[in-house]
């Protein structure tokens, strides 16, 4: 099973790099991490955020997998605890389907994504910046295969 980041939004500075890469690294070869970086939408002067938004979402639904399921960070998604992540986890990898987790631009997702989505996953009520919801995902998701494998990583 491959898990992949798709988050839209470029040239993040180096401690959300550096940070998303430690734990994307620390994930074993069965659940391995890979980013894809889906180029923002026009933006400025006069230019209308829902068109931006669909031109995310057309970009973000090319580089989805015809079988891969679809988990999109969305602040009106389900807030869940570490355990219930490593379920998740567990049964994505019983399952073998890739998994494509979606961060949207500044305007958010566009309604079609929402709707396509298997999961809608929200960190917290809080705004946050988008560079550091990679680096929270990715935290996590190392975190939840931690909790799964017995490693020291996850303390109660």
Request: proline letters at 6%; a positive charge.
């Amino acid at each position: 099973m491959k898990l992949r980041l798709l988050a839209v939004g470029r040239k993040m500075p180096s401690w959300v790099e550096a940070g998303y890469g430690e734990y994307a690294r620390r994930l074993p070869g069965e659940c391995r991490l890979e980013l894809v970086e889906i180029p923002p939408g026009r933006r400025g002067g006069r230019s209308d955020p829902a068109q931006a938004r669909d031109e995310e979402a057309e970009r973000i639904q090319r580089r989805l997998g015809r079988d891969e399921r679809l988990v999109v960070l969305d602040e009106g998604g389900k807030a869940v605890d570490t355990r219930r992540l490593a379920d998740w986890l567990g049964d994505w990898l019983m399952e073998g389907r890739d998994v494509a987790l979606v961060i949207g631009g500044p305007d958010g997702l566009a309604p079609e994504l929402l709707e396509r989505a298997e999961r809608r996953w929200s960190l917290s009520p809080l705004t946050l910046p988008h560079g550091l919801v990679r680096v929270v995902v990715a935290e996590q998701l190392y975190r939840a295969w931690s909790l799964r494998s017995g490693h020291p990583y996850h303390r109660e």
